[in-house]
């Protein structure tokens, strides 16, 4: 497949370079974000799982990461369908080690327009098909075993943000438990 990329091998795709999540998103500014606790609840993930990615560099906040204790990491559109991706192939039973490089292949290779990409996998290894030639090549040597329509995950997504409260970047939020603990220590 000249367009796959294989998480096992690492076999770089030949696709355009350029910035990952670029075409075939809605339009968004870095200035707005959405909190932790909304981004974990749109991609159907637990917070503790949201934390842990975060800190291990699987999907990081492209709008504000975390400086500290108290301080409030904001994720942007692309974050949460990254995370909700992350979930799905999890689910299938992918490795996280596999889900890692597939993610840090995606962006190192770019992608042009995501609404026309599948996700496959023949549960060891991820590849990126960027047409139904590439999932019918890789059908057809008894490879795939499932696919996800990165198209479908987008829509699913911005569905699930439409009603949700979005934080403007600039905004210092430091939640309250650390709020309580700066007066304390104060005041002592």
Do not use: N
């Not at 995501?114 to 996998?121: A, D, E, F, R, V």
């Not at 990126?128 to 090549?137: A, N």
């Amino acid at each position: 497949m000249g367009d796959g990329i294989d998480a096992d091998q690492g076999g770089p795709a030949r696709l355009d370079a350029g910035l990952l999540f670029t075409d075939g998103l809605p339009q968004e500014a870095d200035a707005v974000g959405y909190r932790g606790a909304i981004a974990a609840d749109a991609a159907g993930i637990t917070y503790r799982q949201l934390d842990y990615w975060a800190r291990t560099g699987l999907v990081e906040p492209t709008i504000r990461p975390a400086h500290g204790s108290g301080s409030q990491r904001l994720y942007s559109f692309r974050d949460i369908l990254v995370l909700k991706l992350v979930k799905r192939l999890l689910d299938t039973g992918i490795s996280l080690q596999q889900i890692r490089v597939a993610i840090q292949q995606l962006h190192e290779h770019g992608v042009r327009d995501l609404t026309q990409i599948t996700l496959m996998s023949d549960g060891a290894s991820v590849y990126l098909c960027t047409s139904s030639d590439e999932v019918i090549d890789l059908l057809g040597r008894g490879q795939g075993v499932f696919g996800i329509a990165v198209g479908k995950v987008l829509r699913e997504v911005e569905t699930q943000l439409i009603e949700l409260e979005v934080t403007p970047a600039e905004e210092q939020h430091v939640d309250e438990l650390a709020a309580r603990r700066a007066r304390r220590s104060r005041t002592a």
